[in-house]
């Protein structure tokens, strides 16, 4: 088979995949609610006990309160990514919040939240890193 040929079905089988996947909505952006994050956090960490969940406003993100400690779980795509912030450095920007992970998986992340979101969630964060 001719390499120009090959190079045609391959580059052709891809934009397909990629297009119907969008067709069937697989590419849209998940939105953490209370229910759906506690389920993502709980398919993440299976063996935690979840006591609270505070999605943010705009469904980007939600904040996770565990026995264990309280954890970060954010929309990447349709996916969702989870993280412990015990390890985690939380400070304040201008837009949000900026999260940095001892995690080269996931090194930080930005967060654009209103103010009484973000006093509410540096408060949960800072008292439960105290009561730790």
Do not use: Y
């Amino acid at each position: 088979m001719p390499l120009e040929l090959l190079l045609a079905l391959v580059v052709g089988g891809i934009s397909g995949i990629a297009v119907l996947l969008h067709l069937t909505g697989r590419s849209r952006q998940a939105v953490l609610t209370a229910g759906s994050a506690r389920s993502a956090w709980l398919r993440h960490f299976p063996n935690d006990c979840v006591t609270k969940v505070l999605p943010a406003a705009s469904g980007q993100a939600a904040l996770v309160l565990t026995e264990g400690g309280i954890g970060l779980l954010w929309a990447f795509g349709a996916d969702t990514v989870g993280r412990p912030l015990a390890a985690a450095r939380v400070r304040e920007t201008a837009s949000g919040l900026r999260f940095e992970f001892n995690d080269f998986s996931a090194p930080g992340l930005s967060l654009s939240l209103p103010d009484g979101e973000r006093r509410q969630w540096l408060e949960l964060i800072n008292t439960r890193a105290e009561a730790a």
